[in-house]
């Protein structure tokens, strides 16, 4: 790769609520890493960004975005379907969906839509849930590696006679556990020394996991070092279910499982307790916060504030197609009004004086915070922040498309 | 214009939870009326659209969207300063922003801006405030003319001492219903037929304005005929400030000053009471819906539900710049989520069987109706559905652009 330079002007969110704008900044980039910033820096560039004469005239650098839950093979239902309660919706449109991916060429199709369709966004790191099939999961990690995009990309376990249709399913927890061995194995066959594409242990969530499953693929992760992706307390009835079958909360039940460990991606969890977060501050677990999903699937807002005031790492998290967008930044829009109504409340029938949250609310910069360096935590990734010793992984957001107003405060 | 005919697929909303296709249609205008409607038809046409070999290959028609409610001026505060409660935010960001519009080539360079936007968005009819400038008012008429787009124009009323800042305000009650009535005239100028551009009678809310402003406000759109728009129990605080000063809900209030009448636009109503229900179904007048404004500064979701049960019109409305987006259907969108936020509550501390309100949620075909035909309701405008009697007034929206998968129902 070589190194290089560039200048442009930086917008970033180092920590929760803060944005930091670094004007004309010389970014000095060798091998993929970011070697030196300076602001207001002279000197001989090979690329201009945001300049009248460079590229993307009325652009601003910012650190590429991280979407920590992408259900890949739901992106062709991406925005319909949503009128079920999740353990409906699972039956009757995401399985059967999930189950044409036996075809290895129609995945690869939707791959080749899906992976450019996320850069477009914005998404230059995904975590993805593939499907049950091997094949299929390999040519989305290889989708990624030839579109250029840094990605977890996961095998689908599910093996649970009641909680998963036979048509889609694991035919046994040895099976289950055999197949996410070679997916992990064919993956880090395409990119051995792991810089762009690597392989998550993903256990689809406790309801369609059996026992032994769960089990199996804590050993699995434990045995290969590979990093953890499942859903945790995302609903009601989610939670519920775990809670009748386990005794405990989900977070607890995937920790008997061997499945929280540092760089652990729980979607959603909603329904989290101060117990709860205290394990996953302890385990170094993460959450995946989908507030677009959540308004379809979850019966509530993730209470986002307390999370972070606990320590729990956060990050974002598209949920393709539990959530209708693609975009990450709309998920990080989404973040701030959920949060506004979590504070204020919905049902002006509840007076005023009970409703309000005070402390629920969260700003634009804490949304590009979690949307980037907030989710690169999560996953322990040297990305999520332009400065020195992180790779460069960056996009240019253009802000002239109708009128810029430098006039205005 | 003459007559011509199109052929494309039209997907559209005739009624609140119903989308309707026309596989193939063709359409005849003639004058800018749809003459008729054929499905499957065929013969020569003029133009196709969503054909390979057409205009938008992968594209469907829809009815041009209908913003019920922009605040013009504040285009470029859009997506920022939402930091602050309603009444802090007008004193803060808004009037010292709107006061600049004094000066009308600064107002020229903003509408050039916002009206191709809003456009690009799809929104072929707005209703706009303007600002308080006769001038820069017309300037926006005068804009929407030059663009090709549908639009109720008004400039705004304000001259209360407490409740607006002595340097943006109509000195009287009597400047500011001479100015809007010079206002109308003004803009009648521009479009005497009133095909595309209409002036609308525009008190900005009772907290801005006198008794004497508001008398006469209502008085000015009896005598010239013109349509009415304003704001409606927005907030807590906005509806709490109506009560504590006129002994009545705003939309008594409003009705006793004459405001309330067929085709009247009321923003927000988001904390209306059955008994308001019933007097703006018995006055003809209808709800600006706007779900991403009222997540900032509403304090409650609308209930949108119960406002279509009582029989009240409604339609959609992007709030620019109370709301962050200039996108209607990304306010469409945000009218589903927040509405199943509303029926399922949003604090998880709330027990399940206390937060739901089953009868809540809509879908997105009534989101779309809302965009589309619920607009045009409100306005008694015969636009918002492609059917012969109606004007011609369409989008074409891409549903290609990162793939389509005719093989998922």
């Known amino acids: 790769m070589g190194a290089f330079a560039l200048r442009a002007t930086i917008v970033q969110a180092p ?19 970011i070697a030196a910033i300076e602001a207001g820096g002279g000197g001989e560039v090979d690329v201009t960004i945001g300049a009248v004469d460079g590229v993307g005239s009325g652009a601003v650098l910012v650190p590429g ?20 309660p999740l353990e409906r919706w699972l039956f009757d449109y995401t399985f059967p969906l999930e189950a044409r991916f036996a075809d290895t060429a129609w995945a690869i199709r939707v791959w080749d839509s899906l992976v ?12 993805y ?19 250029g995009q840094r990605a977890w990309v996961g095998r689908v376990g599910m093996d649970h006679p009641e909680q998963t249709p036979e048509w889609y399913r694991d035919a046994t927890a040895v099976d289950g556990v055999a197949a996410s061995a070679a997916s992990i194995a064919s993956i880090r066959l395409l990119d051995p020394v792991g810089d762009l594409v690597r392989p998550i242990v993903t256990p689809r969530f406790v309801p369609a996991c059996t026992d032994e499953l769960l089990t199996g693929l804590g050993e699995l992760a434990a045995d290969t070092g590979a990093l953890v992706q499942t859903h945790c307390s995302e609903s009601d009835w989610e939670h519920g279910h775990v809670i009748d079958r386990c005794g405990v909360h989900d977070a607890n039940a995937l920790d008997g499982f061997g499945l929280l460990a540092p760089g652990t991606v729980l979607a959603h969890s909603v329904h989290l307790d101060d117990a709860d977060r205290a394990l996953l501050v302890d385990r170094g677990a993460g959450v995946a916060h989908c507030p677009l999903s959540n308004a379809y699937f979850g019966n509530g807002v993730f209470p986002l504030r307390r999370a972070l005031e606990a320590g729990v790492k956060v990050g974002l998290g598209t949920d393709i197609a539990g959530g209708p967008s693609a975009s990450l930044l709309e998920n990080a829009a989404a973040t701030v009004t959920s949060s506004r109504m979590l504070r204020d409340g919905v049902d002006i029938d509840v007076s005023a004086g009970e409703r309000p949250r005070p402390d629920a609310a969260v700003d634009a910069a804490t949304a590009l915070w979690l949307a980037t360096l907030g989710g690169a935590e999560v996953l322990g990734e040297p990305i999520g922040l332009l400065e020195p010793g992180r790779r ?16 205005v405060d």
């Open 65 to 84: 975005l991280v979407d920590l839950h992408v259900h890949a093979p739901q992106f062709p239902q991406l925005g319909t379907g949503l009128d079920l």
């Open 15 to 33: 920590e929760p609520g803060r944005f930091e704008t670094v004007p004309d900044a010389v970014i000095t980039v060798e091998d993929g890493w």
């Open 116 to 127: 450019p369709a996320l850069l477009a966004n914005g998404t230059t790191t995904a975590v």
């Open 392 to 407: 460069f992984d960056a996009v240019a957001l253009r802000t002239d498309r109708f009128g810029t107003w430098p006039e």
């Open 129 to 147: 849930y593939g499907t049950t099939h091997v094949d299929a999961t390999t040519a989305l990690a290889d989708a990624c590696r030839r579109h």
